[in-house]
């Protein structure tokens, strides 16, 4: 078993019309053994830009605070909100730092550009990224949400049949999966603001 899927998590990101969401599901475990299903991988660093830290849990803490600190010394340095592409640069960067002795996790980031298209990459654990227009993805159901999404998305969805997309791709794709799931949390970003729902799951 790979350090990554040691916890078991599961987070995709989703580009729609001027819309772009992201979820996670909530289970903390080490390996087969349940311990929590309040553990979202899926963190906030402003109103335009959120984070998704699948991996080892414990980096996944780790990562999320170092992120905090980096970003608010950015804002202090330059006085305006960080963009979802700077924040994508500066992961890769902290990641690629530690390539040596490397943080288990790969960061998925989603956000909106300040003309308000979606913005999502993702990264490997040295900060390798790829930028994509349409779905970026990770975890140990990977392959199972890369067929669903593969199958469900389409172009230019709007915020409602985003949501609905994204839904039904994590929770069928975490089905299969034994690792992850027990719960859902998804993040909608629009221009007017940002919209959570939690999902009820499988929890067998």
């Not at 080490?30 to 335009?48: C, G, H, L, Y």
């Not at 924040?87 to 550009?113: H, Q």
Request: glycine share 6%.
């Amino acid at each position: 078993m790979s350090i990554l899927e040691y916890n078991g998590s599961a987070v995709i990101a989703m580009a729609g019309k001027d819309c772009v969401a992201i979820a996670t599901d909530t289970r903390y475990g080490v390996s087969a053994q349940t311990i929590a299903m309040d553990f979202p991988k899926v963190f906030k660093i402003n109103e335009r830009v959120y984070v998704g830290l699948p991996g080892l849990l414990t980096d996944t803490q780790t990562l999320y605070e170092n992120f905090k600190f980096r970003v608010n010394l950015y804002e202090l340095r330059e006085e305006r909100e960080i963009t979802p592409r700077i924040f994508s640069n500066m992961c890769a960067s902290m990641l690629y730092e530690k390539r040596f002795g490397p943080y288990f996790v790969e960061p998925i980031i989603a956000g909106l550009n300040p003309d308000n298209t979606p913005f999502i990459s993702g990264m490997d654990l040295i900060g390798a990224p790829v930028f994509a227009e349409d779905f970026c993805l990770a975890g140990t159901c990977a392959e199972a949400m890369f067929g669903m999404a593969e199958c469900l998305w389409r172009p230019n969805m709007n915020p409602q049949e985003l949501f609905e997309c994204i839904s039904q791709t994590l929770l069928n794709a975490f089905d299969r999966d034994a690792t992850s799931g027990w719960g859902a949390i998804v993040h909608v970003l629009t221009a007017e603001g940002v919209t959570t729902k939690t999902l009820k799951a499988r929890q067998d």
